[in-house]
């Protein structure tokens, strides 16, 4: 079995605020491995961007890593624990854009209206690269937006972000965030602000670099229709915790907790009857500062077992040999076997 | 007379075989939107951008039609053109109104609000699209105050109805948006635009914000609203699986012109148009094993201000010919009902969304 390339283990990452602690990941644990695409799932507020920033260390106050380990194994080099490093140390500046890359959700705000396309990827370059000169760094730069697809690109680089049409800008970011070679690349909804053409467009061209360089790909979107297209494996999130991992076939084809399923469900799709009425999820996703009791999908679970999952919490327990994980009573039967017994007691 | 006759004949190849005349709410013909760009030290007028350019079509009282495209294609602009938020450059918007056509576009702007009473919007954004400093009961209140309802016991009992008819408990009138999630701010914005029983509805991109569990909810209550009051929807859409759920008929644009209409069923299983196949192969399916065979289009959505020759979608299109550059298509009925601006709509044989077998 292949070794993963970077582990996330019980990741909790809490937001301490005047009004009380917000939860923003409380249990996230997940594996990714070289070459291959973690899908990480969940509607808004599920805590599936935090999760990418606490990768990178990039949280910011009054967030903070609370718990969990986020181990980096490079090729051939020492495994490097994330979460013991200082945010603003060297040692996390050289991982930071360099080992694990990151694109961010809106190419519109991430890049500097200031300076130019160019500007900002020959600084990326150079950051890491101290080698290279100037007039080298603008070659490679160059190089990034061919290899991306932007056409003209000695033009381009001397454009500002606001005069590129919204796919051309995220190919640029997506070459500057390929400037350094990274070995794993965090993809932060790298496509919902795009049109479907587009998209088809930019999903293609990141499989594509990722065959070409054994890219690990995370990739972070609401979409289960991107995800299908894209992951190898998925997992699932819902108010900060992973509830359901597995292989893309399992979590489409036999999902197994409720959530995951009813996502699936009320997913509209161009394959259905037209003017039909979708199942729905009962309810709205609970604000951060009101977290249900026990399992945090419970009050608009159809399957919710009385006595059980209002009181407890459940945790995440692998299944098949480790590659599928779900967090549901409904798979544990010993544990309710157990409480039920007491319970009648 | 023989205006009239005109007229109708140019736009009987838009409207349905099958329905009467007589059923029709909005019938748009011809409408242009250009918006001038100024340059120079005397903001001369060096060029038009074309966003919406000779579109025609109608909608029956109590259907759904979709407009679809990609970002830039003009459908928000034609909805606002029907709204009068812009002045169209040019056609007619007959929209009817208690009994009678009246031409939208060329109203005199005093007589607009008893018109606009009966054509409502939904917003986009659930978050920019209502007053933080104002109650519920305010921001529904708000169209019944300004057509005249101003006895404020009769304005809540409106809206503590509205907020019910919504699915929300009437009991929150005197909260502040920032109190709702997006669902159920979503929610708001359907109960202001349904305050003054209108025939229309105008949905611009009224989904597109929330998230997929969400969405459902919403669009579950856009149907049953529909069919409780008799409403009749323009449904403004990127995403082509939301319209299929909601929609009777599909109208798809690109740079300014309708280049396919038909209904949804059709469109879906069988599309005429090229740019219409390119568009459904991109929507990713919720199925790993079904990971498609998609259809990737080259460059970009061409520029309204200056768009190609010819078809404007021949730079992109796997099928294009050497007609295609030289001469524009019109829209004409190719099936029953079914109309695509494709020169080779007749031979060519496109690929819908492949649905279960």
């Known amino acids: 079995m292949l070794e ?36 990480l799932v969940g509607e808004s507020g599920c805590g599936k961007s935090i999760t990418a920033r606490s990768i990178l260390r990039i949280v910011d106050a009054p967030g903070r890593i609370v718990d969990g380990s986020i181990t980096y194994c490079p090729p051939n080099a020492q495994p490097m624990e994330l979460t013991q490093l200082p945010a603003e140390s060297r ?28 500007n900002q990827i020959v600084e990326a370059i150079r950051t890491h690269e101290r080698a290279l000169n100037k007039t080298q760094a603008r070659e490679r730069a160059i190089g990034l937006l061919r290899q991306v697809g932007v056409p003209r690109p000695e033009q381009r680089l001397d454009m500002y972000s606001f005069q590129l049409s919204g796919g051309l800008r995220q190919r640029a970011m997506i070459a500057m965030a390929l400037a350094c070679n990274p070995k794993v690349l965090i993809a932060d909804e790298p496509t919902t ?41 998925v997992a699932v999130m819902y108010l900060g915790r992973v509830v359901e991992r597995g292989s893309v076939d399992q979590i489409f084809h036999a999902p197994r907790h409720p959530y995951t399923r009813a996502l699936l469900r009320s997913i509209p799709s161009v394959t259905s009857e037209p003017r039909t009425k979708l199942p729905t999820i009962e309810g709205s996703i609970p604000h951060p500062y009101n977290r ?54 | 007379m023989t205006n009239i006759e005109k007229t109708n004949s140019v736009n009987s190849a838009v409207r349905p075989a099958m329905d009467g005349v007589h059923s029709v709410l909005l019938d748009v013909r011809g409408l242009k939107m250009h918006f001038p760009i100024r340059q120079g ?13 000779d579109v025609n079509f109608t909608i029956q009282s109590g259907e759904t039609l979709a407009l679809v495209g990609e970002s830039g294609c003009g459908k928000t602009t034609t909805a606002r053109c029907i709204l009068r938020a812009y002045k169209p450059t040019a056609g007619e918007i007959l929209f009817r109104a208690d009994g009678d056509m009246v031409d939208v576009a060329s109203v005199p702007r005093a007589q607009l609000r008893p018109v606009r009473r009966n054509m409502q919007m939904i ?67 359907i109960a202001r635009a ?30 049953e609203l529909q069919s409780k009051l008799g409403l009749t929807y323009l449904f403004v859409a990127h995403d082509l699986s939301v319209v299929k759920h909601i929609s009777d008929r599909v109208a798809v644009m690109y740079v300014g012109k309708l280049v396919e209409l038909a209904p949804t069923a059709r469109v879906f299983s069988a599309p005429k148009h090229p740019y219409t196949e390119a568009l459904l192969s991109a929507v990713p399916i919720a199925d790993p094993r079904r990971r498609s065979q998609r259809i990737i289009l080259e460059g970009d959505v061409a520029d309204p201000s200056n768009p190609p020759s010819g078809c404007y979608f021949h730079p992109r299109c796997r099928y294009a010919i050497e007609r295609c550059r030289m001469e524009t298509p019109a829209l004409r009925e190719i099936e029953p009902g079914q109309y695509a601006a494709c020169h080779r709509a007749d031979e060519l044989t496109l690929i819908g969304a492949v649905t279960h077998s």
Do not use: W
Not at chain 2, 123 to 137: E, G, I, V
């Open chain 1, 292 to 345: 249900p009791q026990g399992c945090p999908f419970h009050p608009r679970c159809h399957e919710c077992i009385a006595g059980v999952c209002e009181q407890h919490e459940p945790v995440l327990v692998t299944m098949n040999g480790g590659s599928e994980a779900v967090a549901c009573f409904l798979h544990h039967r010993e544990f309710i076997e157990t409480e039920l017994t007491e319970f009648t007691k």
């Open chain 1, 91 to 118: 040692a996390m500046r050289e991982v930071r854009g360099k080992e694990i890359a990151l694109i961010f959700q809106e190419p519109m705000t991430s890049f500097s209206a200031h300076y130019t396309v160019g």
């Open chain 2, 194 to 223: 349904l305050a003054l029983h209108p025939k229309l509805v105008v949905c611009d991109e009224a989904v597109s914000a929330l998230d997929v569990s969400v969405q459902a909810q919403i669009l579950n209550l856009l149907l």
């Open chain 2, 123 to 189: 917003f986009q954004d659930p978050y920019a699209s209502l007053n933080p400093r104002m109650t519920l009961a305010d921001i529904v209140g708000e169209p019944l105050l300004v057509n005249g309802m101003t006895n404020r016991q009769q304005r809540n009992d409106r809206v503590a109805e509205l907020l019910r008819l919504v699915g929300m408990r009437s009991e929150y009138m005197q909260r502040y948006p920032h109190a709702f999630s997006g669902g159920q701010r979503q929610r708001i914005g």
């Open chain 1, 193 to 233: 602000a795009l049109d479907v053409t587009t998209q088809a467009q930019i999903l293609e061209l990141l499989k594509s670099l990722q065959q070409q360089f054994n890219m690990a790909l995370i990739l972070i979107t609401h979409d289960m229709g991107v995800i299908a297209e894209m992951a190898d494996d």
């Open chain 2, 41 to 53: 030290l005397l903001q001369r007028v060096v060029g038009y951008v074309r966003a919406v350019d």
């Open chain 1, 4 to 39: 993963p390339i970077l582990t996330v283990s019980n990741l909790k990452t809490y937001f301490f605020q005047d009004e009380g602690v917000v939860k923003a990941v409380d249990g996230a644990s997940f594996e990714v491995y070289a070459g291959r695409t973690l899908g």
